[in-house]
């Protein structure tokens, strides 16, 4: 199967930087789109960004101009780097990929485990 791993989640001021990464493993044939959710607290799963295997970027309207995703293939890597943090991006934040493990098989989606993001001051 396909193993997502999260890193860079943190506690931020406002108005601050983070940059979250994430590394596809696992038997993959290869990756559609890959891409960023979060969950706010009590609210549900939202998508942030995702970005297709050919570099093509979508972003949630609330993010844009903020965040910028972007794509290693050859790694099977996505990142999210967040500028101007705002109060209202705390969640967590979870890796998508929409992979197939096989020529034979259908895309699924897989994700990774969550890492937390705190914007405070």
């Known amino acids: 199967q396909v193993q997502l791993v999260e890193s860079g989640g943190g506690l931020v001021q406002p108005g601050g930087s983070l940059r979250l990464s994430c590394a596809a493993s696992g038997r993959i044939f290869n990756i559609d789109h890959m891409g960023w959710y979060r969950q706010p607290p009590g609210k549900q799963r939202e998508l942030v960004a995702n970005?297709?295997?050919?570099?093509?970027?979508n972003y949630a309207d609330s993010v844009k101009n903020r965040f910028t995703i972007s794509r290693d293939n050859a790694k099977n890597t996505v990142h999210l780097q967040m500028n101007s943090l705002k109060l209202e991006d705390t969640a967590v934040y979870y890796c998508?990929?929409?992979?197939?493990?096989?020529?034979?098989?259908?895309?699924?989606?897989?994700w990774g485990q969550g890492t937390q993001v705190t914007v405070s001051s």
């Open positions: 998508n990929a929409e992979a197939r493990i096989s020529r034979f098989s259908t895309y699924r989606d897989y």
């Open positions: 970005i297709t295997n050919d570099g093509r970027p």
